[in-house]
């Protein structure tokens, strides 16, 4: 039997999970084979260099999938700032009719989406902006516990406490994101209270993700312990794989006087991190990855994957309503 929840009766799709907006990954061929799968693919808007490149990209996935899928912005700290308005705006006359937004004063993105009838999925690091979210108008919360990859945010609450306090506050939908990568987990924050899971990890080792097989193996080799945080000093926390440049990055930041972007500017470069996707090097530049890497033992493709957590979670549901026993009667 399906698992059903408000996310999966929003969205119309058959499994209660996101695939996270990704740079360099969230792109036509990984979020199509997600939303095949019964999940919800995400493009990555600024993984294409123009408003226009996206267009082609949201035209290429609806050509290889008929189910919805969805599209992320993410709005970064950035002296010259991308067009986001023209990504936006170039997303909904392409007809996609769901969002993932981040980052900071997303306000005007929210309003725009909401003024154009679509479904806006907001992700959040703490209680507080989830609640300020709510009041822009978003539908969906994502929430990004300390586990996750990418920024965590500065205040370190990890997921299981994060969760339940979403819990208590929000009276939304929201759903978990960070340290997800298999049906147990699945079935743990469906017990939070979570309308589904957002996994960004787990997708990248998988068949149909466009990174190479080496980054793939170095995942499916790696630990729990085989991530690092970067820019914890600049108040920027970004959680990476631990590697030679991420660990030069870290040993920059905790030398006497610290050290200034520029200092780790080559070093922490996009474009570097997009070729250790390309060539195959793990050690080229710095890489997201979430502690759940270490929850990563193989490369199936989307399809198998969400066939696995959708069943994994199913059986972990019906354990535990074992548990639950009648009293005995006096």
């Not at 996270?20 to 199509?32: D, F, S």
């Not at 474009?271 to 050690?283: F, H, I, P, S, T």
Request: charged content about 20%; some cysteine; glycine content about 10%.
């Amino acid at each position: 039997m399906p698992i059903v929840t408000s996310l999966t009766k929003l969205l119309k799709i058959r499994v209660p999970v996101v695939q996270g907006g990704m740079q360099w990954v969230g792109v036509p061929q990984l979020a199509a084979a997600v939303s095949n799968a019964g999940g919800l693919g995400i493009l990555t808007a600024l993984t294409q260099p123009s408003p226009d490149a996206l267009r082609e990209a949201i035209r290429e996935t609806k050509k290889l999938t008929q189910n919805p899928f969805g599209v992320n912005i993410t709005l970064l700290p950035t002296i010259n700032p991308p067009d986001y308005a023209g990504y936006a705006r170039a997303a909904v006359e392409e007809g996609v009719k769901i969002f993932e937004t981040a980052g900071n004063n997303p306000k005007q993105l929210i309003q725009y989406f909401k003024t154009n009838g679509c479904i806006v999925i907001h992700k959040c690091t703490t209680i507080r902006h989830a609640k300020s979210a709510v009041k822009m108008g978003v539908d969906v919360l994502s929430i990004d516990g300390f586990e996750c990859a990418g920024h965590p945010g500065e205040e370190d609450i990890p997921g299981l406490v994060l969760l339940a306090r979403a819990a208590q506050e929000l009276s939304i939908p929201y759903i978990a994101s960070g340290g997800f990568a298999d049906g147990r987990g699945l079935a743990s924050a469906l017990a939070l209270g979570c309308q589904g899971i957002n996994m960004g990890t787990r997708f990248m080792c998988t068949v149909e993700s466009p990174i190479h097989d080496n980054i793939k193996q170095t995942i499916v080799e790696a630990s729990e312990t085989d991530t690092v945080h970067i820019f914890r000093t600049l108040h920027n926390t970004a959680r990476v794989f631990k590697n030679k440049v991420s660990q030069e990055v870290v040993r920059l930041e905790r030398r006497p006087g610290g050290a200034k972007f520029e200092d780790v500017r080559e070093l922490v470069s996009g474009q570097r991190g997009r070729l250790v996707y390309e060539n195959g090097d793990k050690d080229y530049g710095v890489w997201s990855a979430g502690i759940c890497i270490g929850l990563i033992k193989d490369i199936p493709t989307c399809q198998d994957l969400l066939d696995s957590i959708e069943r994994e979670a199913e059986d972990v549901i019906g354990g535990m309503a074992k548990l639950v026993v009648p009293r005995a009667k006096l």
